[in-house]
């Protein structure tokens, strides 16, 4: 039998007549782009992520661009982030105007290790970027601690991490803004690209509006120059539809990690996923490390099983950072961590069956 890492096909199957009736409305409605599809969707994100404004956008990339503008980077500033994630993280840093510094990740849960933040600062540094990857909130008492000592300025990158939760608060809601992607295979899915920031802050959602629509709330008062970056009307009302089932899905992919953990955790080799203390993981991705990787990848594949590598290259030795010159020592969990890291099949829908036959084909290699 045949896992995929995904199926997105049958999560559409299991509620074809919402997002059927959701698509027919904003046809029916002619609201493709704006109107209240979109103003619903902003209002019913922002309550489920637990802030006071959603300004939604085209995609998870643009939201980091649309924050760090409205936090007025410049050109000399240093914002802090990651090495492990995906390249939006760093690559909007630098489109934003400033420059990208990188930190290592802690050993053990792929998150960012506050002590290398601490050791990164210099006084051109203005803000820091920690990513809840593979939907784990990174460690956000010491990396606010380490924001309010330094009046930094902290945007969490959400992508992965849809009501993940630290010491019981929802992330997102501890820095300036935090920003969101809906690609298909998140854990809340458009059916295209979409993308929001969140933020308490009502002038800095304002100005993130703004400088998603050409610069300006009304039509042809442009007050500054913005870039075009919607959520159509068509993704809107498929979120709306999805929403509501978002927390059973997260409580599903849970479910489903902790029959992962039980079934691999004694095998030899493998590395099951850390999660540190009271931070509620939501399972974007369930990655173990192996120490053979790539002959474990090659094996599940040979027998049906589809598994991802997030990421292959850690963003300090992409070719796009080659211009900063970083070596594998400055990162030594990062680096370690390209070459041992292995998702397996992580969906809301995944069967016992299907799990039984991953743990047993990892046993058998
Ligand atoms: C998916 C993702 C993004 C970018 O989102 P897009 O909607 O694909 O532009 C940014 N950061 C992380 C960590 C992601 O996983």
Redesign the pocket.
């Known amino acids: 039998m045949p896992v995929p890492f995904a199926d997105l096909q049958l999560q559409y199957q299991n509620i074809k007549g919402e997002i059927d009736a959701a698509i027919a409305g904003v046809i029916r409605d002619n609201a493709f782009i704006r109107g209240h599809y979109v103003d619903n969707f902003e209002r019913e994100f922002a309550a489920a992520s637990g802030t006071a404004h959603c300004v939604s956008c085209a995609?998870?990339?643009?939201?980091?661009y649309l924050a760090m503008r409205a936090l007025k980077v410049k050109p000399g500033d240093e914002v802090i982030t990651t090495a492990h994630?995906?390249i939006?993280?760093a690559a909007m840093i630098t489109h934003a105007g400033a420059n990208v510094v990188f930190c290592d990740t802690d050993g053990a849960t792929f998150t960012i290790d506050p002590a290398a933040i601490e050791a990164a600062i210099t006084p051109r540094t203005v803000g820091i970027i920690p990513?809840h990857?593979y939907g784990q909130p990174a460690d956000m008492d010491a990396i606010m601690a380490i924001a309010n000592k330094h009046k930094l300025w902290v945007i969490e990158?959400c992508?992965?991490a849809h009501l993940a939760r630290y010491k019981g608060r929802m992330v997102g809601t501890f820095g300036e803004a935090a920003?969101y992607?809906?690609?298909p295979g998140?854990n809340l899915g458009a059916m295209g690209?979409?993308?929001a920031v969140v933020t308490n802050d009502a002038a800095l959602a304002e100005h993130m509006t703004m400088l998603a629509r050409h610069g300006g709330l009304v039509k042809h008062q442009h007050r500054i120059e913005g870039i075009n970056s919607r959520l159509d009307g068509m993704q809107a009302a498929i979120l709306s539809a999805k929403l509501p089932h978002l927390a059973g899905w997260t409580k599903a992919r849970q479910q489903a990690a902790e029959v992962y953990d039980a079934g691999l955790n004694q095998i030899e080799d493998v590395v099951v996923p850390a999660v540190g203390p009271q931070r509620s993981h939501v399972y974007?991705l369930y990655t173990i490390r192996h120490p053979r990787r790539d002959a474990l990848a090659a094996y599940l594949s040979a027998n049906g099983v589809q598994t991802a590598i997030n990421y292959p290259t850690a963003l300090p030795f992409l070719a796009a950072y080659a211009r900063l010159g970083h070596h594998p020592e400055q990162f030594p969990n990062a680096h370690r961590d390209q070459r041992q890291i292995l998702s397996l099949p992580m969906f809301a829908e995944i069967t016992r069956e299907q799990q039984d036959e991953v743990i047993e084909l990892v046993r058998t290699f």
């Open positions: 995609n998870g990339t643009d939201a980091l994630s995906w939006s993280t990513v990857l990158d992508a992965q920003t992607s809906f690609y998140k690209d979409a993308g974007h």
